[in-house]
């Protein structure tokens, strides 16, 4: 398959296309700055969801942890930006090898785990991570870190989201990709075929905690502020329900998942005593009537333009 | 020494309260292969019941205790017969999702209700230091811990002795050959969660009585801890549900009594993990061998 193929350069066009529309948006001021917030937190789940469906939904591990990548993104973003002085592409590199490297440390030992005591696994060390960021003063302790310098916009945010779709999209169909949906569904029998289970299952989980940690990077150079409370379990359940509300396996579900339920919660900000309740509500019938997610196991194809164009 | 043994003392009640949580995880999980996130926000509506019973009923511990734990088990079949029923045969990160969403519903539903602030119990047990050498023992400690064991031998008799409780063995074992046996499995499942809610309730009466302030989310964290204290025993066997919970409680208040309290969470999930890989099936557990 060439690079320079048709369907690609028409993908690459769109992109540039939804990129200059939403800088021109951004500069004629018809996003304000309230609107702009959101599409922010929508690309850093979009980010977020896409690399844990690939641990979750395309090689099959739960993880409820994914929260805990992104605060050691996130943090070490904030000191190399905050106290460090350095730039934002630094910042943001070390953030995501941290992060993978995070990955590594956790992933070696839990993914020998499988289904719900994995869950809970990386459930303690996500909390485990929060515990011991609430506990160094140098990054702030409970307090939080505060002045953060802002360096995330709508560019740095854009491509990132690209990056990552594009990262995962291509290792999904890769051979590296084929062998984590084979661990999905059937580990043993993967295993059985010659495929090193451990290393395909602890590789996605590395690169979903490669991508968190950009995302925790853009979270706290946007935000000036982070603190350890907003990694806690309940953000990785978050994610989690995103990646399953999309539908597991399905990465344009998961874009379409973070819209949406950021959406939802947009909306039930008008009664905030029962949004939560509300938003329980919403999860248990998708989960009771449509379990598959919105998208199942669907992509989106540019068929339409395929057509036109040949 | 008296320190130990004084800490020792706290360790045991709180560990009852994770006992007495951790017995309802185990059982569910055993019978249906659920983790139940919403049985920590059980034991929280247990306390508010408990806190409604003292407060406006002016009732005494004892019968506000009897009713907190019958309208827990109530509370209990109907989550099990509303949220969990329907998604049994679903696969299991369904059934999570689910089970994480009738959690926030109980949460964020009963903060609307008594609103989010902390509410103080009301002293339904006058407080009485006994002093046992240089050890101080409160007489709350001594209430906590004659209920949970009068309550645990009671599990163990409904279990092993009577024809629910067989059922129940006989389901969490082998579901389909229950049913061949004639065993009705939607009630035996019932019956499950309504044993672990009211025991669920107990514990957050009791809670509340003990530590005299309860509010919404009071029920998340033990709910995990309880779960780590049935996984530290074996998921599924009830001795190890009560072992587990004891260990949890006193680790917990020895690392807190030396100094180390804001790492007692840490702490339990560090013990979590390694229980995970050193014996991921519990102190008390067999090994099974899988299956292809």
Known sequence: MRILSKKNIITALLILLIYAVGEVMLRQGIIDSYIELNIMLIGINIILAVGLNLVTGITGQFSLGHAAFMAVGAYTSAIFTAKFGQSFIVAMVFSAIAAALAGVIIGIPTLRLKGDYLAIATLGFGEIIKIVALNIDYIGGARGFMDIPKYTNWTWLYFMVVLSIVVIKNFVDSRGGRACISISQDETAAEAMGINTTKYKILAFVIGAFFAGIAGALYANYFYFIKPDSFGYMKSIDILVIVVFGGMGSIAGSVVGAIVLSLISLFLQSIPELRMVVYAVILFLIMVYRPQGLLGKGEFKLKFLRKRVA | ?292
Request: include cysteine.
């Open chain 2, 1 to 292: 020494m008296e320190q130990v043994l004084q800490q020792l003392i706290n360790g045991i009640s709180l560990g009852s309260i994770y006992a007495l949580i951790a017995l309802g995880y185990t059982m569910v999980y055993g019978i249906i292969n659920l983790i139940n996130f919403a049985h920590g926000d059980i034991y929280m509506i247990g306390a508010y019941i408990g806190f409604a019973c003292t407060t406006f009923l002016g009732m005494g511990f004892i019968p506000a205790l009897i009713v907190s734990m019958v309208s827990s088990a109530v509370l209990g079949v109907i989550v099990e017969k509303v949220a969990y029923k329907p998604i049994r045969k679903s696969t299991r990160i369904a059934a999570l999702i689910t089970a994480i969403s009738v959690s926030l519903f109980l949460e964020y539903g009963m903060m609307y209700f008594v609103k989010p602030e902390t509410r103080t119990f009301p002293e339904v047990l006058p407080s009485q230091n006994i002093t046992l050498g240089n050890v101080i023992v409160n007489n709350k400690d001594i209430y906590i811990v004659i209920v949970t064991v009068v309550l645990m031998l009671v599990l163990q008799y409904i279990i092993h002795n009577t024809k629910t409780g067989m059922a129940m063995r006989a389901t969490s074992m082998d579901s389909e050959a229950a049913k061949l046996m004639g065993i009705s499995v939607d009630n035996t499942i019932s019956a499950t969660f309504a044993l672990g809610s009211c025991l669920a309730g107990a514990a957050g009466v009791m809670v509340g009585v003990y530590y005299n302030s309860i509010d919404p989310l009071m029920g998340m964290m033990p709910g995990i801890k309880a779960f780590i204290a049935a996984v530290i025993g074996g998921i599924g066997i009830i001795p190890g549900a009560m072992f587990g919970g004891y260990l949890l409680g006193i680790t917990e208040t020895m690392v807190s009594a030396y100094g180390y309290s804001l790492y007692k969470d840490a702490v339990a999930f560090a013990i979590l993990i390694l229980m995970l890989l050193i014996k991921p099936k519990g102190l008390f557990g067999k090994n099974v061998r899988e299956k292809v």
